[in-house]
């Protein structure tokens, strides 16, 4: 299975809005940079995550872009459902009856065990995905980057940020 870079860039996005202040927002823009992505690409995520009620975004000389919920209430289960929609990434066609050795349609009435084990293995990797937090990723990360990093990162934020609004 193969994500979209979006999923990607939406979690870094959402990890790099939680360390703004309260109230404050950050311009798509400043999040394009940060990441080194194509800012009409990057827009175009920023609005599902405002669609999936993720992000505020925010109009305005003081404007864009918020967490619409505390980081702790965001999980990566959320951001891959605004990002890929809630369809399974594995969709059986029942390709079993097609071809030549195919027979009639009744004599499939068992579901087809490869879709079963896909399905058993993407509620797996949801559930860690729904238990998973943004809290819980930038904790990971506070702990384990090296300081440099976690430096530039707060001195972004500090510069990028949008006053109050």
């Known amino acids: 299975m193969k994500l979209s870079e979006g999923v990607e860039a939406a979690i870094h996005c959402a990890t790099l809005l939680a360390q703004l202040e309260e109230g404050r927002t950050m311009p798509a823009s400043a999040l394009a940079e940060y990441h ?9 995520h920023l609005k599902a995550m405002a669609s999936a009620g993720i ?3 925010v109009s305005g000389p003081h404007g864009g872009y918020r967490l619409a919920r505390r980081p702790e209430a965001i999980t990566l289960l959320d951001v891959l459902f605004a990002i890929e ?3 399974p990434a594995f969709r059986c066609a029942e390709i079993r009856q097609r071809g030549p050795g195919a027979l009639e349609p009744e004599t499939y009435v068992k579901p087809c065990g490869i879709n ?3 399905l058993k293995a993407e509620q ?4 860690v995905l729904r238990e998973t937090t943004l809290v819980s990723i930038i904790s990971g990360y506070q702990a384990e980057a090296d300081p440099r990093a976690i430096a530039f990162g707060c001195a972004f934020v ?6 109050q609004t």
């Open 124 to 127: 797996a990797y949801r559930a």
């Open 55 to 57: 992000l505020e975004s």
């Open 36 to 44: 080194g992505v194509s800012p009409s690409y990057l827009l175009k």
């Open 85 to 87: 929609g809630r369809q």
């Open 116 to 118: 079963v084990a896909m």
């Open 158 to 163: 500090e510069r990028h940020q949008r006053p």
